[in-house]
């Protein structure tokens, strides 16, 4: 019974997963889909050259980035930054430099 009970957490956990890395990839699509026509629009109005040096093209691509990099980090980051095998590595580390403390 409890076999059955700790699969259907594990499987409702690895659900849910999915679920917030599919969403993260959808919002990666959509962004660059309407950014890149946002682009293509505001160079073609002023000119390609003209719609390069215009700082007010790049804002929706600033400050939706840092909502992109915000969902990123959220569904990539904890794992990324310090996940399993930074844990082992600093556990390993610090159990060897215990070891050496206690044969000095």
């Known amino acids: 019974m409890k076999t059955n009970y700790k699969e259907n957490i594990s499987y409702r956990a690895a659900q849910k997963r999915v679920k917030d890395i599919k969403g993260f990839y959808i919002h990666l699509v ?4 309407i950014n890149i026509a946002i682009f293509v629009v505001s160079t073609q109005n002023e000119g390609f050259i003209n719609g390069l040096s ?8 600033f400050f939706w980035g840092i909502g992109l990099f915000a ?6 980051g904890p794992g990324f ?5 930074w844990e082992e590595k600093k556990i390993q580390e610090l159990m060897d430099k215990d070891k050496k403390q206690i044969w000095k």
């Open 81 to 85: 930054l310090f996940g399993k095998k």
């Open 30 to 33: 959509v962004y660059l889909f």
């Open 71 to 76: 969902h990123w980090a959220s569904v990539f």
């Open 54 to 61: 215009n700082l007010s093209n790049y804002t929706t691509i």
